[in-house]
């Protein structure tokens, strides 16, 4: 059982006793994951329960600097090291509910690899940041949570907010909140679950999230288009999108170093079914072109890991920064930008843009349909442009506001670095 | 079920208060005649009325901003209103209130079957929604049953579902953007056609935050292509359980159908009664739809009868005709009307964990036979969120009070197996004083710090979703 006496009954009650024992429970010293070890012998606070997380909160005299695994980049510069590391495991899976819930340090690959065992998988695609930031660590359910992390996917099957049932979380306070739950729908008291949702740390630290989970694929096959410029390439994924054969990966690599323009739309489903829509959708869009279909499963697994994880940035200097904008706005902004490397994805609504070191992306690009993040910058560039898109003065308040009640003594960070 | 008290002073001020709203918006957006503010004393839970003070109907998102403006710095409570179907009291005013109504603003202001999104005022149905994007090829996915008449403010203040969600998720899941009213008349942008937000989700929290964080004037709403085709099967079953573990292996399989809606004897009954469906006399019933091309549909009706037979169904029924598909599914949206020709009914809305279904079913059937009020259960499978239907005789006080009490007590169960109180209709007065069952004291309170925040002086829909003892202090400020 959870060591927190709260958690029984209030998300995972109910767990029948087919789900069996749980390898992953934290209660069994053997099954307590390396990081964790690693973290405490390099004098971060690595709590052992959601109980002691909140005394630790509760007693901190100052700043916390909330990680994971620390691979996405999204902690605060200043304060004491805390990592959820040790918060581990899966605390009930139940395949036959497309129901998973988690403890927040519980690794990423350990969560896909259950889920992979059972034929199944995490709608969301989320990206691993550690190619791209030259980060190393092991990534947590926790971060994918705190920051949103979303891959190709998402056009299809939502974001890791819309797939996030419930969490439990210890605020600035040092209190224990839960909200949502384990089942699909649930509209029950206000919906905390999207605001903290990529809320990077700033409302509270994560211990535990229930996750909707949905079968693998029997097929996925992906369709070529060469040569297309970034407007024509941004036109063919929308017209893919906009058919009816459920395209879940749209990107657009341009002209550049490696290679000639590539576009990329992706099929997943029954292997008839894959086939079938193939054909319908490149016969669709022979206007953009004679479309090539790979249907190899290990090249079109690596095809989209490299999507996914932005691989055409790795190991390239400049600042990187992403822009979440209008999909047909894409392509105009990406002229202004001139940017020495572009990736779109999600049709266009996602943008990756290598710029050179220092550059002010939002004052060159003007107003933007959307917002532009500071992924990956010098310290000194992130203090003079902030990694986040600033808001409107009434809504920035309101997020002032609500950070200021979730965490009083600001000592979480407030999510913005 | 208790209201607050209403502010006398307010009331004295009647007279006072339309005269402002009248002088900052036009002569036919204020209605104060009791005649007419009638029309607005309940909405689809019509067990509780109370007229408003006032009611104002704006045209526009500027109109809105006015209204609350002056409401604001007269103190007066709003109570927003969408069509005014929510099964939960959402839109109950009380006496010294002022409903603001977004009927008036239906517009679509635009489509773009690139980015794939409406942009609608917020008055406009649901139903509607999809109807204008129809020619183009697309719908607005959320269905909720009551979509011919429900506005979109309504279903995000509720964060509405429908049948179909299993697959397409929720309003939530498909709101992009919106535009919104603050208490205070200041009007703010959230999200947009773009795919998240910028620093914190504030829409993510407004959705399903029932009117008491600002009033919704527009949303930014994400179209889906339509599927080329649908087709459902009806399966049908001698005990529950076998229903519930054929549902748990549809899902195991790797189908993901796009409904899958479950019947217990006492509404198929009724249903078939009404509607002349062609259901079988059984235990349990399955309606599994999937989508796609006529190969595809064949392939998943396929495997999923496969999978069927391996329970022992007494009967399995694919659709050969769009007719017969428009009939199976006709029985079962007639649920609702036809359990209302027997009788007066509560309906329930508690989610719970799939593979809890035949428990708590049985758990249900003990309760009904122990209050003495007949059950009906439909409900949409695939997604465990239950609508059990308890009859009562609405002439008489008792027998509302005893099927309350029993409703109460199904919930309660809800939760106890690790589900919730309300999975699509929301909590408003209706499920208000269950919500400690479900919430600690601290959990509530992050969420009413999150009220504090957008409307300071708790003026929105303030007697709603909160407990009034836990709301008490913040409502008095």
Redesign the interface.
Known sequence: MPPDA?AP????????ASAGPDPGDPGSPAATPPPAAAAEAAGALCPASEVELAELVAAAAGPLRVIGGGTRGMAPAAGRTLTTAALAGVVLY??????LVVRAGTPVGEVERRLAAE?QRLPFEPMDHRGLLGTRGTPTMGGVAAA?V?GPR??LA??A??AMLGVRFV?GNG?????G???????????????V???RG??GILTEIAFKV?????TQAVLRLAGLDDTRAV?AM?AA????WEVSGAAHLPAGRDGGAVTLLRLE??A??VA?RAGRLAAALAGFGRAEVESDPARVAATWAAVRDVAAFHGREGDVWRL?????AAAALVARAEAAGTLYD?GG??VWLLMPEGTDLRARLGPV???A?LVRAAAATRARLAT??P??P???A??A???A??DPRAILGG??S | MEMPRPDGGLIARRDRIVAALRAVLPADAVIDDPAETRAYECDGLTAYRCAPLAVVLPRSTAEVAAALALCHAEGVPVVPRGTGTSLAGGALPTADSVVLGVGRMTAVLEIDTVDRIVRVETGRTNLAVSAAVEEAGFFYAPDPSSQLACAIAGNIGMNSGGAHCLKYGVTTNNLLGLTMVLMDGTVIELGGAHFDAAGLDLMGVVCGSEGQLGVVTEAVLRILPRPEGARPVLIAFASPEAAGACVADIIRAGVLPVAIEFMDRPCIRACEAHARAGYPDCEALLIVEVEGDEAEIAHQLGLIERIARRHAPVLVRESASAEESARIWLGRKSAFGAMGRIGDYICLDGTIPVSELPRVLAAIAALSARYGHSVANVFHAGDGNMHPLILFDANDPASLAGAEALGAEILRLCVAVGGCLTGEHGVGVEKRDLMAVQFSPDDLEAQMRVKDVFDPRWLLNPAKVFPLAASEGRRAA
């Open positions: 709260r009954g209030r998300f995972a009650a109910g767990r029948p139940e395949p036959a509910a497309l129901t034929g949103n979303s998402r056009i939502g974001a907010r819309d605020d209190r224990v909140i839960a909200n739950g384990r089942v699909m729908k649930n509209v029950t008291g206000y919906d905390l679950v999207r605001l949702a990529g809320s700033g409302l949905l079968p693998a694929p029997e036109a929308a999108l906009a058919s009816p489903g029954f008839g079914a079938g979440s904008v209008r999909p047909s999600w609504g996602l349909p959307g917002h993040t986040l898109h808001e409107p009434a809504v920035a309101l997020a506001g609500l950070r009640r979730f999510g913005g």
